[in-house]
């Protein structure tokens, strides 16, 4: 019983792990340098870059 039970909260413990991660990261000044990478690799997918 206790493994289906770590098992239904392990979704929620894991988005609260990414959202503190993404804060981090975004509080740390690093959301610049990912949406430049983002645009840099979607333009080299479409053949412009």
Known sequence: MTGK???RWAPYILCAGA?????AGALAGQTRDVWMKAVRVCL?????G
């Not at 959202?19 to 804060?23: F, W």
């Open 5 to 7: 039970r770590a098992l």
């Open 19 to 23: 959202a503190g991660l993404i804060a």
């Open 44 to 48: 080299e997918c479409i053949g412009i």
